[in-house]
């Protein structure tokens, strides 16, 4: 059974930071593409960053860069985020994706028709 489990979402002040995990199960990451999306209450869901299966090269949407940093570990079958200077235009649902068999680099913002999603976990930015 297929699963990516998001987990390291919170509340934190801006400039903080968080780091969210992307658990996955039931295929092999390594062949997979992996990607971060956020979703806003009232907006459309956006790609954050994204990394490519084997030999993890990354890209980032232009609101993120410096700040986020993706990474994956395919022998514990995770991929993590990052998240440093936190804002409150940060707050959204984070989930992760992961989608095989397609060529590198992505469409625009990590814009692939990912095979499997996760649930999310919600990242708040507040004072």
């Known amino acids: 059974q297929v699963q990516l489990v998001e987990s390291g979402g919170g509340l934190v002040q801006p400039g903080g930071s968080l780091r969210l995990s992307c658990a996955t199960s039931?295929?092999?990451?390594?062949?997979?593409?992996v990607g971060w999306f956020r979703q806003a209450p009232g907006k459309e869901r956006e790609g954050v960053a994204c990394?490519?299966?084997?030999?993890?090269?990354?890209l980032y949407t232009d609101s993120v860069k410096g700040r986020f940093t993706i990474s994956r570990d395919s022998g514990k079958n995770t991929v993590d985020q990052q998240m440093n200077h936190l804002q409150p235009e940060d707050t959204a649902v984070y989930y992760c994706?992961?989608?095989?068999?397609?060529?590198?680099?992505?469409?625009?913002?990590?814009?692939?028709?990912?095979?499997?999603w996760g649930q999310g976990t919600q990242v708040t930015v507040s004072s």
């Open positions: 994706a992961a989608v095989y068999g397609r060529g590198w680099p992505p469409p625009r913002d990590c814009g692939y028709d990912y095979d499997y």
């Open positions: 039931g295929f092999t990451l390594l062949y997979y593409h």
């Open positions: 990394i490519s299966r084997s030999v993890s090269d990354t």
